[in-house]
């Protein structure tokens, strides 16, 4: 994987729950998805089960990127969270962003 990939993967798991810089639901399981195909390539499991809420919300987003190389997917995992940081526009962002443009 990339120097960048794995700089944005480290800044998403650090980030607060509070603070400047938050991610969605939705933003939280695209990164999932991303970081799953870039990983490991196309889901290979059946999907959760009917009472497994999170489980299910997280395989359709894995399952959704299905047939994205993994590259790609890594690539789209940078610029998602770039994304997010410089809509946020924060010191803390600013920061971030040069560490992943810096890797």
């Known amino acids: 994987m990339s120097a960048k990939f794995e700089k944005a993967v480290s800044i998403v798991n650090s ?3 509070e603070g400047p810089v938050q991610t969605s639901t939705d933003e939280k399981l695209r990164f999932y998805a991303l970081y ?5 390539g196309d889901v290979k499991t059946a999907r959760p089960g009917m009472m497994d809420f999170t489980g299910k919300a997280k395989w359709d987003a894995y399952k959704a990127v ?3 190389s ?3 997917a890594a690539s789209k995992y ?3 969270l770039l994304a997010i940081l ?3 526009d924060s010191d ?3 920061q971030y962003i ?3 443009e810096n890797a």
Do not use: W, Y
């Not at 799953?36 to 490991?40: D, G, I, R, V």
């Open 86 to 88: 410089k809509a946020n």
């Open 15 to 17: 980030l607060p729950k």
């Open 78 to 80: 940078v610029d998602a």
């Open 92 to 94: 803390e962002s600013r």
């Open 36 to 40: 799953k195909q870039a990983n490991e």
């Open 70 to 72: 993994k590259e790609e």
């Open 98 to 100: 040069s560490e992943i």
């Open 66 to 68: 299905e047939g994205m």
